[in-house]
Structures are given as C-alpha cells and as structure tokens.
C-alpha cells in the first residue's frame, strides 16, 4: 500500500505531537493543524487519506468541520474528544464522522482503527475490468468501483455507510443483527453498538431512500437489526 497522509487536528499540541509520532511509526505522513478553520485551509493545499479530528476547538469545532468537509469530500473522518457521552458521539456521526474515540484514549487502538479505516479508503477507486454489480429494484452497487447509485444517480456515501449497503445487499433477504453489522464493518467487537449503527442507518435512508421514514430498501426488524430488500 502507497503511503498514506492524516491530518491531526486538535487545539492541544501536546496530543497533536503524541499521536503523530504514533503515526509515523506505522509510516504515516502527519500533517497538523490546531483547529477546524486551518484544518479546511491544509484540506484544500494537501492531499489526506483521514482525518483524526477534536470536537471542541476555537474558531471552527469538530462538528461544524465535519459537516464542512462531508460537502465535498468523502475520506474517513475519526472524531477525538474528551466527551464521552452518546449525545456527542451521535452528532459526529450523524454530521458524517465515521468512527469515534474519547480522550484519554489508547495509543494502540487508535492506531488500530486508523488503519482500519485506511484500508476501506484504499478500496475506493476505479478498475477496469469485470465488474461486480448487484441491483436490486433500482439500487445498483459496483463493487469493484465502491460506488452506489439510484436510478442511475450516483450516491455519495462515506466510506462506513458503503461498508455497511455492500454488507446488506450482498446478504439481501437477510436479516443482520446490530452486534453481527457492527463486528463485520468495524471489525470489532459490537458492544453497546445500537446507537453508532443506528445513526448510520438513518444517514443512509436519507441517501438511497425516497421517503426515509416508509423505506423501500433498508428495513428494520423490530428487535433483530436490519435487512436490504430483496
């Protein structure tokens, strides 16, 4: 794999220089920037693969980068705050953050889901060749070009909401617990998962689905989980 650059964005330089020599360890290029506004300036100048970013920043906070950064691009974005509570942790996600830590957290698992999420980024691309393509009653996946579109309209998914379509229109019919869709796209186990997936979920019906509350795709099976229809 090519050498990847994330951009660490965090008002403390303390946690910006940790997290960077933990990166360069594993061979990362490092960029830093102390807050969201020079987070979106660096953004525009350099090319980056992920972004590990703080929810309380002067200026620009997380959240608000977030949704500035999800209006164009679609690279991972791993949300660093000290706020543990679920309200916090479901806005970043809502707003298009596709993992989250809290603070203080563990070198080794944030390196972990960092390069977790590297390696779905590396799959999104072009390829020439056979393609891998499932349709199902107007909702198309390329597998091969990690793209999915309605009606002929491509859809822009992070690449978390794309793990998760692919998962479910591979297994349409099928209905996939919480825990079982968490585990096989985050890789990890799902404790305490309900809240992460269902947000996704929810981004996801507000991208593929005409009317997300009576979905024609994506449906919930009351205390089971999820399933694609076939």
Do not use: C
Not at 81 to 90: F, G, L, P, Q, R
Not at 147 to 172: C, D, F, H, Q, R
């Amino acid at each position: 794999m090519e050498q990847r650059t994330v951009l660490v964005v965090d008002d403390d330089k303390e946690i910006r220089d940790a997290i960077e020599i933990y990166l360069k360890q594993e061979g990362v290029i490092v960029l830093k920037a102390k807050d969201g506004l020079e987070a979106l300036e660096m953004l525009e100048a350099s090319e980056v693969h992920l972004i590990i970013l703080d929810l309380m920043m002067p200026r620009v906070d997380g959240i608000t980068a977030t949704f500035k950064i999800r209006e164009s691009r679609n690279l991972p974005i791993l949300i660093l705050s000290a706020k543990s509570e679920d309200s916090d942790k479901i806005l970043g996600l809502h707003v298009g953050a596709d993992d989250y830590v809290t603070k203080p957290f563990n070198p080794m698992e944030l390196i972990a889901r960092v390069k977790s999420l590297l390696r779905r980024y590396v799959t999104f691309g072009s390829y020439e060749g056979i393609k891998r393509m499932i349709d199902i009653r107007g909702l198309s996946l390329n597998q091969d070009a990690k793209e999915v579109a309605v009606n002929g309209e491509s859809v822009k998914l992070t690449p978390i909401e794309y793990k998760i379509v692919e998962l479910l229109m591979t297994n349409a019919g099928r209905v996939l617990s919480i825990q079982e869709i968490y585990e096989r796209v985050w890789r990890e186990p799902g404790y305490n998962a309900e809240n992460t997936v269902a947000v996704h979920i929810r981004k996801i019906r507000e991208k593929i689905e005409f009317d997300p509350k009576n979905p024609r795709y994506l449906k919930v099976v009351w205390g089971i989980g999820y399933k694609m229809e076939k």
